[in-house]
């Protein structure tokens, strides 16, 4: 059994992970209406993303024998006005979501459930990547997304991305 407050914000993850996918789901759904299918893959591909994390979660909590409370997903609160929204929006949401991994991982370094730890080591290492990924985008989009021309060119590099699901062995 785990500590009941870690297994709380564990629980809370797996609902926080579902509302990222919602929330990028609609990111690419934001992009295909405007055109720009890649950029609409970026984000549907973000989404299965958190889709799986959600699943880690809950899949670690169900081998360490807990409850699992699933809540209602709130709509995604981000309303889209330019093509660079989503792009901040998803750096801020990134930057957010980093902040709960390690406030789990506090609370678990706190009652030394270094099982837990070590579970959340990998999810440490993927918000380093995720939050580098959505600075890029930013900076990619703020130096060639003005132009026509640059900005087709980047919407093709966001197409060529594809998806390979997590490999983490729990």
């Not at 409850?67 to 792009?87: A, F, R, V």
């Amino acid at each position: 059994m785990l500590d009941k407050k870690v297994a709380e914000l564990l629980n809370d993850q797996i609902n926080k992970e579902l509302y990222s996918a919602y929330l990028y789901l609609d990111f690419s759904i934001y992009y295909q209406e405007e055109g720009l299918d890649g950029f609409a893959n970026w984000y549907l591909i973000q989404a299965k993303e958190e889709r799986d994390h959600a699943m880690l979660f809950l899949e670690y909590m169900q081998n360490n024998g807990e409850h699992i409370t699933l809540e209602q997903i709130n709509k995604p609160d981000k309303e889209c006005t330019s093509l660079k929204d989503p792009l901040e929006f998803a750096l801020e949401h990134e930057r957010y979501i980093t902040s709960l991994i390690n406030t789990i991982y506090g609370a678990a370094h706190e009652v030394k459930d270094y099982r837990t730890m070590q579970f959340l080591d990998w999810f440490v290492k993927e918000q380093g990547e995720e939050e580098k990924n959505a600075e890029d985008m930013v900076k990619k989009f703020e130096l060639f997304g003005i132009d026509p021309k640059s900005l087709y060119m980047l919407d093709s590099e966001m197409a060529s991305r594809t998806y390979t699901a997590p490999s983490l062995t729990l």
